[in-house]
């Protein structure tokens, strides 16, 4: 359940808020789809690189974006492409439908379902009209190897000059997400926080409560812990 003083932009409309990271992106992108959705706001869902197809609430042109609206629901926008995923819509058209959206709520880049990752050259694509940027991560990635659950495990070892049997460990992680070659690349001045999603457990709750003060101590970065059961995850 997500509430509006863990996400205070949630209660103001106007933003674009762009997901990075992996450990459940997408869940929380649809999440705040619904929450907004529900308070009567024109949610646009899209991306600036890829994500899976949804099996609703696709909106293929100008009519099935207006008729989801209208019946109070988000909409998810993006040019289809191979295995179920979405791809970026043209620039004119996405910005077309951003303008007429109360909320614009964006991937930014991929994970391939790992709890975490370090950005390529190109990644993430950050469009200039977001100011708002979300570094996301899941918990299940402490304590393992950082090969079994980063994603770019070459990048990450070079920023974090370690080697992929590493362990993953709170101080790993919180110096991934702040670093600007990590979680806060290409930022710039945009509003920045970290969610550390999968707190399901007391020792992935203790250990993100540490992660989170590391990050506004070491950092001056905030963040917040999420859980999302069986059912709302994407």
């Known amino acids: 359940m997500l509430s509006e ?3 205070p932009f949630l209660a103001e409309k106007g933003h674009v808020v762009s997901l990075v990271g992996g450990g459940g992106k997408t869940t929380l992108l649809y999440a705040f789809a619904r929450h907004c959705a529900a308070k009567g706001w024109r949610v646009l869902v899209s991306t600036t690189t890829h994500i899976r197809q949804p099996g609703e609430n696709y909106a293929a042109d100008e009519a099935a974006l207006a008729s989801l609206w209208a019946a109070g629901q988000y909409a998810v926008a993006g ?4 295995q179920g995923k979405l791809t970026a819509l043209p620039p004119e058209q996405l910005t077309c439908w951003m303008v007429q959206a109360d909320m614009v709520l964006l991937e930014a880049d991929g994970a391939k379902r790992m709890p975490c990752k370090v950005p390529a050259a190109h990644e993430p694509v950050l469009l200039p009209e977001s100011d708002i940027v979300l570094a996301v991560a899941g918990l299940s990635a402490l304590g393992r190897p950082l090969r079994e ?3 770019r495990l070459e990048q990450a070892c070079a920023l974090l000059g370690t080697a992929p049997e590493t362990l993953l460990t709170p101080e790993l992680l919180a110096r991934l997400l702040a ?6 690349k290409l930022v710039g001045n ?22 989170l003060t590391l990050l506004r101590k070491k950092y001056e970065v905030q963040g917040v812990l999420t859980y999302f059961d069986e059912r709302e995850r994407a």
Request: hydrophobic content about 40%; proline content about 5%.
């Open 5 to 7: 003083k863990q996400f």
């Open 79 to 82: 040019v289809p492409a191979e």
């Open 149 to 151: 659950v980063c994603f």
């Open 179 to 184: 670093s600007e070659q990590g979680g806060r």
């Open 190 to 211: 945009r509003r920045f926080s970290v969610v550390l999603n999968q707190a399901d457990a007391p020792a992935r709750i203790a250990a993100g409560e540490q992660t």
